[in-house]
């Protein structure tokens, strides 16, 4: 299994980015997936999740009403849209295909500065 994100890069508060997660090798479209992030200094966490069946949550506070996160089947890709971005959400993050199986992409980072 492959794991692939891209998008991230470097934006002045209030901007936007959409995070992509390309992944090949595994049945994309029965996987429950999600995002994680590790800032600065802290653990990594668990952002948002999709399900196989587009059923999201948002598991940070600080996201919900500015994170969207979705999924094309037919192109086995999670995305990440990320608007209004804060400095606190500066840090790598992650895809993660949760079930059936557990696979992690390598991340991409993301800083939020003026």
């Known amino acids: 299994a492959r794991l692939v994100e891209s998008g991230g890069g470097s934006v002045q508060p209030g901007g936007s980015l959409r995070l992509s997660c390309a992944t090949s090798?595994?049945?994309?479209?029965?996987?429950?997936m999600s995002w994680h992030r590790q800032s600065p200094g802290k653990e990594r966490e668990l952002v948002a999740t999709i399900n196989s069946s587009g059923r999201t949550e948002y598991n940070v506070d600080s996201v919900k009403g500015r994170f969207t996160v979705s999924r094309d089947d037919a192109k086995d890709t999670v995305y990440l849209q990320m608007n209004d971005l804060k400095s606190e959400d500066t840090g790598v993050y992650y895809c993660k295909a949760d079930w059936p199986a557990i696979y992690w992409g390598q991340g991409t980072q993301v800083t939020v500065s003026s």
């Open positions: 090798g595994f049945t994309f479209s029965i996987y429950h």
